[in-house]
């Protein structure tokens, strides 16, 4: 937790808690979980968390997704797609080596979305 999580959370009532863009597990566990901390002290009542199909094998949405179940806060987990601007660079080193871009899944589809999409307004 950290004090300036809490205090940006201070007198928030509902939130929506986008999920790290940070990929190294160890890195987006202790981010995810610092915000889910910071909340429960701030006093925040409902959180929103982007999560992503498959979250069971991810750490970092574990990780969230069990503090959010621990935490007492209500809650709603979205199952997003793939965040395409995660894996910009990496699609563009395989479809310049050979042409092929792969998900984390080889052979399977995946539908993607930017997270820009996510965080406008209406």
Do not use: C, K
């Not at 009532?13 to 999920?19: D, G, K, M, N, T």
């Not at 987006?28 to 009542?45: F, I, K």
């Amino acid at each position: 937790m950290t004090t300036s999580v809490v205090a940006a959370l201070t007198g928030v009532h509902r939130a929506i808690f986008v999920s790290s863009p940070v990929l190294d597990p160890s890195v987006r566990t202790e981010q995810h979980r610092t915000v889910v901390e910071s909340a429960v002290t701030a006093g925040v009542r409902h959180m929103v968390y982007t999560s992503a199909t498959g979250a069971r094998h991810d750490p970092g949405h574990s990780a969230a997704e069990d503090a959010l179940a621990e935490s007492g806060i209500r809650h709603v987990v979205l199952r997003n797609a793939l965040y395409t601007d995660a894996f910009v660079d990496r699609a563009i080193t395989q479809a310049s080596a050979g042409g092929a871009i792969t998900g984390p899944v080889r052979h399977a589809l995946s539908a993607h979305s930017a997270r820009r999409v996510h965080a406008r307004e209406p």
